[in-house]
């Protein structure tokens, strides 16, 4: 995949995983560096509630992109099997890179328990959504819009159920994959975001250019109701379930915070249309190196390097400091975008990094 935008990366796509990316470093900033006994007041419950939606917009962004290699395939005329395959392939990639991330994170915490490896985090839970919807590559992109949305709420409303299913005899980890938890990225609830990004990919391949401006008008106005319905609903007395938890596997919660993204969708689509200017995005950056930010960041903000401030720091403090990391991301992830040029400019100043020897006549 190209780093730096291109005609062939849609621009407010790029922009909603950059806006994600800001907003999961502040999120992480205040979680790890703020003082424990600041962590009941207004600036860190609104730090961590803004929060939780970036894992939503990467899932919904990681099904809009499935969903364009799934077209891109249908495309091309390969067969349901073959397309199934190929789809099913980028879960492997998907599955690489967390595993990768886990043994960097366990190499560099040494001495640090064994079973961080096998932690089911948000890279865990996309490389196995995906690989669950990878059948979904045998249906037409029309078809598929319609059925991932169903996946995706019939995902959301059932996520209570599994929850009150008996897990006792399920090892551990299979229970991580599937089953509504704090502290892991389970297929219930948060596979429905995949899907509905899926749908919402499939509905942007077939809908025409000269019409996407009215669709995302519409997905606006879906979002907005999809907010105030919920808000609704996750208020009234009575439930239809047994027992459910608004903050762990609430359809309403789910649904929610779908209905936001469609509403950053629809502000980001509006504005690289509109507002920003040509040339560079600095929030668009980030949506280009999103996974390199999501790496660095971690090790920088909850690694070893951070022991000074980790828990230290007052509210103002926390504040400057999520400041100072999110521009230090952004020099990271434009170096690595424009590293060529970088190093074109710092060999002009006689820095040179890698280069070869002159050879001695006579070597």
């Known amino acids: 995949m190209k780093t730096r935008t291109s005609p062939y990366r849609l621009q407010y796509l790029d922009w909603l995983r950059g806006l994600g990316a800001?907003?999961?470093?502040?999120?992480?900033?205040?979680?790890?560096?703020?003082?424990?006994?600041?962590?009941?007041?207004?600036?860190?419950i609104f730090s961590q509630f803004l929060g939780g939606m970036p894992?939503?917009?990467?899932?919904?962004?990681?099904?809009?992109?499935?969903?364009?290699?799934?077209?891109?395939?249908?495309?091309?005329g390969l067969a349901p099997r073959e397309r199934v395959i190929t789809a099913f392939r980028?879960?492997?990639?998907?599955?690489?890179?967390?595993?990768?991330?886990?043994?960097?994170?366990?190499?560099?915490?040494?001495?640090?328990?064994?079973?961080?490896?096998?932690?089911?985090?948000?890279?865990?839970c996309m490389g196995f959504a995906v690989a669950v919807f990878s059948g979904m590559a045998a249906f037409r992109t029309m078809e598929r819009a319609r059925l991932c949305a169903v996946l995706g709420l019939a995902i959301a409303f059932a996520s209570p159920l599994v929850?009150?299913?008996?897990?006792?005899?399920?090892?551990?980890?299979?229970?991580?994959?599937?089953?509504?938890?704090?502290?892991?990225?389970?297929?219930?609830?948060?596979?429905?975001?995949?899907?509905?990004g899926m749908s919402a990919g499939s509905a942007i391949r077939v809908i025409p250019p000269e019409a996407i401006e009215r669709a995302?008008?519409?997905?606006?106005?879906?979002?907005?109701?999809?907010?105030?319905?919920?808000?609704?609903?996750?208020?009234?007395?009575?439930?239809?379930y047994a027992k459910s938890d608004y903050w762990l596997n609430s359809p309403a919660q789910v649904l929610t915070k779908q209905g936001v993204t469609m509403l950053m969708l629809a502000l980001a689509f509006l504005w690289t249309r509109y507002g920003a200017k040509e040339g560079w995005s600095w929030v668009r950056q980030f949506g280009t190196t999103s996974l390199l930010t999501y790496w660095v960041h971690i090790e920088l903000v909850y690694?070893?390097?951070?022991?000074?401030?980790?828990?230290?720091l007052t509210e103002l403090q926390t504040v400057i400091a999520?400041?100072?990391?999110?521009?230090?991301?952004?020099?990271?992830?434009?170096i690595k975008t424009y590293r060529h040029q970088v190093r074109a400019t710092l060999a002009a100043y006689g820095w040179t990094f890698g280069a070869k020897p002159d050879r001695i006549p006579g070597d």
Request: proline share 5%; with cysteine; aromatic share 16%.
């Open 322 to 334: 999520a400041v100072v990391v999110i521009l230090l991301m952004l020099a990271i992830s434009t």
């Open 163 to 196: 929850s009150q299913l008996n897990w006792s005899g399920v090892p551990w980890l299979v229970r991580s994959y599937i089953v509504p938890d704090f502290h892991s990225f389970g297929l219930f609830p948060w596979g429905a975001y995949l899907a509905f």
């Open 90 to 124: 980028r879960s492997g990639y998907l599955f690489f890179l967390a595993f990768a991330f886990r043994l960097q994170l366990w190499i560099t915490g040494a001495p640090s328990p064994f079973i961080n490896l096998i932690r089911v985090d948000i890279l865990n």
């Open 22 to 44: 800001v907003i999961m470093l502040q999120g992480h900033v205040f979680d790890s560096f703020l003082r424990n006994d600041l962590k009941n007041r207004g600036p860190f």
């Open 216 to 240: 995302m008008q519409w997905a606006a106005l879906l979002g907005g109701t999809l907010i105030v319905a919920c808000r609704y609903f996750a208020d009234l007395p009575y439930t239809v």
């Open 55 to 76: 894992p939503a917009i990467f899932l919904f962004l990681t099904g809009a992109t499935l969903a364009f290699l799934m077209d891109s395939t249908e495309r091309k």
């Open 303 to 312: 690694g070893r390097a951070a022991w000074l401030v980790k828990g230290n």
